[in-house]
Nanobody, 130 residues
C-alpha cells in the first residue's frame, strides 16, 4: 500500500512563490499517478495538477496553467508543486493523492477526477494575502 502526505504550506503575499511537497512511502512500484487537489474555504475540492509516476507526463488545471509546475523532487519519493505568481484565489487546503489501482487509462480527463485516486493524504494550508 502507498501513503502520501502534503507539506510546505504557509502564509504568503500576492505574487510570491511557494513549493509544496508530497512525500510518498510504501509500495511505490504500484504507483501510477500523483495528483494535486485543493479545497478553497467554503468550496468544493478542485483539481490542480497531476504527474504520472514513471513517465513524467503532467496535467494542469486551467486556473494554474503557466503558474504551477509539478515535478519529482530530489528525493526519489517526493513530488513537488512549485507555485508561482500566487493570487488570493489560490488560498486553499492543498492535498496530494495517489492512483495505484490499474485498469483505467490515464488521460488529461481522467487525471482530473478524484475518483481515480485511491489514496489521499492530509492537506497543507496555503493562504495568499492580497
Amino acid at each position: 500500500q502507498v501513503q502520501v502526505g502534503a507539506s510546505g504550506g504557509g502564509l504568503v503575499q500576492t505574487g510570491d512563490s511557494l513549493t509544496l511537497s508530497c512525500a510518498v512511502s510504501g509500495r511505490t512500484p504500484s504507483l501510477l499517478l500523483i495528483g494535486w487537489f485543493r479545497q478553497p474555504p467554503g468550496k468544493d475540492r478542485e483539481f490542480v495538477a497531476a504527474r504520472t509516476w514513471s513517465t513524467g507526463i503532467v496535467y494542469y488545471g486551467d486556473s494554474v496553467t503557466g503558474r504551477f509546475t509539478t515535478f519529482r523532487g530530489r528525493s526519489t519519493n517526493t513530488v513537488n508543486l512549485q507555485m508561482n505568481s500566487l493570487k488570493p484565489e489560490d488560498t486553499a487546503t492543498y492535498y496530494c493523492a495517489a492512483m495505484t489501482l490499474p485498469g483505467r487509462p490515464i488521460t488529461a480527463t481522467t487525471a482530473t477526477r478524484e475518483s481515480v485516486y485511491d489514496t489521499w493524504g492530509p492537506g497543507t494550508q496555503v493562504t495568499v494575502l492580497s
